[in-house]
């Protein structure tokens, strides 16, 4: 059974830093490109980053971008999200999630398979 699991969420204080995590499991990593979204409460789910398993394609969200990095260590199965200077707007559940390609990036509905979850709280 495919496994995302997300970990590296917490608290931190406004302009701060925080890298999260997503280790997959049971899954043929090639295969799938890999995205981080993120929902904050009375919100819809939002797209925050992709990154194909080459590497070709790597596209952030207009709010993120030039303060998240997403990478992906290949071997390990996993994706990371570096996240830079920190608001209260960041604040929200952030999931994994991959996909096979030739879908939509930006769609959650894209996309095949979901962690958990990891929360990530900014205080102002």
């Known amino acids: 059974q495919v496994q995302l699991v997300e970990s590296g969420g917490g608290l931190v204080q406004a302009g701060g830093s925080l890298r999260l995590a997503c280790a997959a499991s049971?899954?043929?990593?090639?295969?799938?490109?890999m995205a981080w979204f993120r929902q904050a409460p009375g919100k819809e789910r939002e797209f925050v980053a992709t990154l194909s398993w080459g590497g070709s394609t790597l596209d952030y969200a207009d709010s993120v971008k030039g303060r998240f990095t997403m990478s992906r260590d290949n071997a390990k199965n996993t994706v990371y999200l570096q996240m830079n200077s920190l608001s209260f707007e960041d604040t929200a559940v952030y999931y994994c999630?991959?996909?096979?390609?030739?879908?939509?990036?930006?769609?959650?509905?894209?996309?095949?398979?979901w962690g958990q979850g990891t929360q990530v709280t900014v205080s102002s």
């Open positions: 049971e899954l043929t990593f090639r295969n799938y490109a």
């Open positions: 999630a991959a996909r096979l390609p030739g879908r939509s990036r930006y769609l959650a509905g894209s996309y095949d398979y």
